[in-house]
Every structure is written in C-alpha cells, then in structure tokens.
C-alpha cells in the first residue's frame, strides 16, 4: 500500500508540473535553459495512470502465437520532431557517419550511415549469474523514414516458456538492421541476448549480434571525459541533452519487481518498467543525432559542446589516424574558447579552455609546424605554467629554436621528469650553452 501511495504522490506531482502524466518532466538545467519534454508517449502516461490505480493487465501489450510460443509485443511510433531535450529525434538520419564511426571507433559505420542502426536496451531479471539472468523485456526503435517516425518496440517475456518467441522477434529485427545503438550494451545488452538466443534458438540466430555497434556509452565517455559528472544514460540526458525525465526506476529496482511479478503476477510494478525502458531507447536516438552533429559546421559545435569536448574529440581523430579532421576539430575549439573570451575568466569552465591550445599545439607540432606549436604552448604558459607544458616548450627550445639558454631555464623551473633524465637534459644544455653562448643569445 505504501509503494502504491508513493507512486500516485509522484504522479500527482508530474501532473502539476505538466499537466499530464510524464516522467520527463522539465527542470531548469545548470546553464537555466529549460529542457523540453515531450517523453514519454501518451500510451505510456495512460498506462502509468491506470498502474497508479492499481489495475491489472493493462500493460498494452498484443499477443501473437507463433512457431516458437507466444510473443506479446507493445508498439510506438514516434514523430521525427519530436524531442528529447535540444534534440530532435530525426537529428541521426543526418548525422555525419565518418564522425560516429571516429567517435565510436566503429570504421565500418562510415560506409553505412543510420538509416537503418537498431537502437536496443534491455531490461533483466537478474535472477542470479550466467544462464540464470534473462532479459525479461527488450526495447528496439528504427526508423522509417518514408513515414517520418521512429517505431518502438517492446517485447514482454510474461512467461519464461515463451523465451524462444521472444528472441525469434528480436533476430528477426536483427536481420533488417545494418547497425546496432546502445548504451553499454558491448558490456551487458549484446551478451545476454547473444546467451539467451543461443540457448533458445542455437548458435546461427545468435550470430547476427555480430553487426556494427556504437555503443553511446564509450561515445559519452570520450568526449566528455573532460566534465565531471557519472556517464549513466540519465546524467548524460540531463548533461548533455539538457533532459531530465524526473522519477525514474533504477537498475535494481527493475529486476526487484520483475521477481515480484514472477511471484503474484501482478503487472502493475512493471508499467514504471515499461515507460523506463521506452526512454531509455527513445533516448538513444536523440543521443546518436547529438554526437553526430558535423563538427565543420560553428553552429552545431557551439549549440552543444565545451570547447575542451571538442579538444577531446581532436584527441581522439588524432589517436585513430584522422589528422585533418582533428586539425579542423582543434581549431573549432580554440575559436570556441575566444569567442567565450571575457565570459570564460569569469567561469567555472576556465580550466577546461585549456585543453584546446595544448591540443592544437601538439597537432601542430607532429604536422611538423613547430614554430606554431611553440606559440600556441607559450599563450598556454600566460595562463597555467605547469611541469608537463614546460617539458613541451624546453624541447622546443632545444631543437627548433636553438635556443639551449631558454630551454635551460625552464628545465631548472621543473619539469616533472625523473631526476636523474633530468639532470642529464640540463647538462646537454649546459654545454650546448657554453660552445656557443652568443649565436644561441641571437636566435634566443
């Protein structure tokens, strides 16, 4: 009774901030923008509505029989303005697949494009380890554009018997798609459903899980590694999509009222459930737009990133080969961080605008323009002098100046190396300095 009282005082209180069922309620985020809310579906509020006052059954699900059992499907379809957050759901049919396949380490995904990825969370029971956990419910969206909607799909597994049917539906998804979405789905989603397949339809159906994948949580990691905040899809949401879907069931409670339903087969705990998982998967659409946003273009970088997450993102074309992207990324991010100008002393960001210089300076410096990468790391030094940037600019100094006075000086300031590589670069430029103390003077 307790638990039925709490969830009505929640859903009276999204009914007054908007004025009808939803979890996704606006709040103001960090920089006071409201976020929009246009989640969850309104099949999904009436089914939150009818859980609230503890009616069963009502979880809007269609039952189909078939060869391997029954299959009980629930279906939603999704307008392509339609937003989470900033983000229009139709933002991923023109999101710039070479930047994903960068992102996501994903080279494959740059010949594909996401007319047709499959976007996939799962919801476990957790019902101990191994070949005891099951997905006892599984979201998928796509999109069809020809109709102009994203189609969510969800599939209920009410009897464990009928876990065969289950998975025949979702291989069936599998087959159409050319990329899989998810968000930790490399380390949980696809190897349960890859075990469960295998085990209810053998191993030729459980290949399909072998598409290409962009997992959204190492995506969410790398770009915002520089921002402390937990990369969970919520806090991404709320960071990244300014989105904040208000009450909301966590992991643990998930699996908890699935094991209540296997015991008394009541389904009212599991509509919170099944509206969980709706925005988890809506989500991921929203999200794949986002992060493929063209960095090229000012507008789009300026409507969504820092300055040091697109530094980050230089970070990483430049790690996967991509130089002339990640020059391009680079520069974004230095005119990011003047155009902030003023603003940015003022913020809390500051330290983060460092990063874009550091970084373009050592693009520079491996595209072999050492005299721009020794301007960048000297206006980097007007605002931070630490060890690691003074090492930088000593070996600059040293070998493309010729300047061993300088360089010198800054290895005697510190420059985090052990002391013994140390003390053998001061001596190099000890005696450097002393065979030609008035050519080095010049040039200095």
């Not at 323009?369 to 960048?376: E, F, K």
Request: proline letters at 3%.
């Amino acid at each position: 009774m307790s638990s039925l009282r709490g969830r009505l005082a929640r859903l009276d209180a999204l009914r007054a901030t908007k004025g009808s069922v939803a979890l996704g309620a606006p709040v103001a985020t960090s920089e006071s923008v409201p976020a929009r809310s246009e989640l969850p579906s309104e099949a999904a509020s009436r089914m939150l509505v009818r859980a609230a006052a503890g009616e069963r059954g009502r979880l809007d699900f269609d039952a189909r029989v078939g060869a391997h059992g029954t299959m009980l499907r629930r279906l939603v379809r999704f307008g392509l303005e339609r937003r989470v957050g900033e983000v229009r759901l139709g933002e991923a049919l023109d999101a710039d697949a070479r930047l994903l396949a960068l992102l996501a380490i994903e080279p494959r995904l740059s010949k594909l494009g996401c007319g047709r990825a499959l976007f996939l969370d799962v919801e476990s029971s957790g019902l101990g380890g191994g070949t005891a956990n099951r997905a006892f419910l599984v979201g998928l969206a796509w999109y069809e554009p020809s109709a102009e909607v994203l189609v969510l799909e969800q599939h209920f597994l009410r009897e464990l018997d009928d876990e065969a049917a289950m998975m025949a539906a979702v291989c069936e998804r599998l087959e159409h798609a050319e990329v899989l979405v998810s968000f930790n789905g490399k380390s949980f989603d696809l190897p349960l459903l890859r075990a469960r397949a295998t085990m209810a339809l053998g191993r030729r159906e459980a290949q399909l899980f072998a598409l290409p994948h962009v997992d959204l949580l190492h995506v969410a990691r790398r770009v915002h590694a520089c921002r402390d905040f937990k990369k969970t899809l919520s806090q991404v949401e709320r960071e990244v999509l300014r989105f904040h879907r208000g009450p909301d069931v966590g992991g643990a409670e998930v699996a908890r009222r699935y094991q209540q339903f296997l015991r008394d087969r009541d389904e009212v705990g599991l509509a919170e459930v099944v509206v969980h998982n709706e925005h988890d998967v809506v989500t991921l659409a929203a999200l794949l737009g986002f992060y493929g946003r063209p960095l090229a273009h000012h507008e789009a970088a300026e409507r969504g990133l820092e300055p040091s997450e697109l530094a980050s993102i230089a970070r990483l074309m430049r790690r996967t080969g991509a130089a002339s992207e990640a020059t391009i990324t680079a520069e974004l991010a230095v005119l990011a961080v003047e155009r902030l100008g003023a603003d940015l002393q003022r913020d809390s960001r500051l330290a983060l605008a460092h990063e874009p210089l550091w970084v373009r300076a050592h693009l520079k410096r491996r595209g072999g323009d050492d005299a721009g990468a020794l301007r960048d790391l000297e206006r980097l030094r007007e605002r931070r002098d630490e060890a690691e940037l003074r090492l930088a600019l000593a070996k600059l100094y040293e070998h493309h100046v010729r300047a061993p006075g300088r360089a010198l000086a800054l290895v005697l300031a510190g420059t985090g190396e052990e002391h013994e590589a140390s003390r053998r670069r001061a001596t190099r430029l000890e005696a450097k300095l002393a065979r030609r103390p008035e050519k080095t003077s010049r040039r200095a």
